[in-house]
């Protein structure tokens, strides 16, 4: 119909391989100082939509990530080198913008984060050492790091026009990460608390609009 749309596509995307530089490669006295491509299948379906005399918008999508010798950073030794694994990534984001009077705007959105390392990955953890040598660690069903389970934005904002022209408009946006694990070990000492930002701003327009 005229008001709703949608969607679906499914891709492929790679980053090419390499090796790291030499001055890991001699710190970390690595064997083997090269990594594989990296590969993703990816699977997007979605809806967009607007309704109420088109004053509010909805878009909602739900997303299959599919990697293949994923690119992953990690501290060995004294330097950095990339290893290789496999994870998969799911999950959904749902957006709504609300117009309830002319000058008035409401924004809210939801992000749910389903992410783990396949069956059988290990990776080197430089800063887990037996007889000072990093140790090969089993990272099956951890989570990946940088990637909150849930999230969450609220907005809003109404613009005062001023009598010579002018607009004064204030606006307020909360925004909430879950738990954030900082390293594909999930330590405990590794996890970044859930944590909470609200930012105010005040935005001036002249009547001239020159600034």
Do not use: C
């Not at 008001?3 to 790291?20: E, I, N, P, S």
């Amino acid at each position: 119909g005229d008001d709703h749309l949608l969607y679906a596509k499914v891709g492929t995307g790679y980053k090419a391989g390499g090796f790291v530089d030499a001055i890991s490669a001699i710190l970390t006295r690595t064997t083997d100082p090269n990594y594989d491509t990296e590969n993703i299948f990816a699977v997007e379906i979605g809806h967009k939509s607007e309704f109420l005399d088109n004053r509010v918008r909805m878009n909602s999508s739900l997303y299959w990530y599919d990697y293949e010798d994923q690119q992953i950073v990690v501290f060995f030794g004294g330097g950095n080198i990339v290893e290789n694994a496999n994870s998969k990534i799911s999950g959904f984001e749902t957006e709504i913008q609300a117009v309830p009077t002319d000058n008035s705007l409401i924004n809210i959105s939801l992000a749910y984060n389903d992410s783990e390392f396949d069956d059988g990955t290990t990776l080197i953890d430089g800063t887990n050492r037996i007889m000072g040598t990093p140790q090969s660690v089993d990272v099956s069903g951890n989570r990946l790091p940088f990637a909150p389970e849930w999230s969450f934005n609220l907005g809003a904002q109404y613009t005062f026009e001023m009598g010579n022209g002018a607009t004064l408009t204030p606006s307020v946006n909360l925004h909430w990460e879950d738990d954030t694990q900082l390293r594909t070990f999930n330590n405990n000492v590794d996890v970044q608390e859930s944590w909470t930002e609200t930012d105010f701003r005040l935005s001036y327009r002249p009547a001239s609009d020159k600034w």
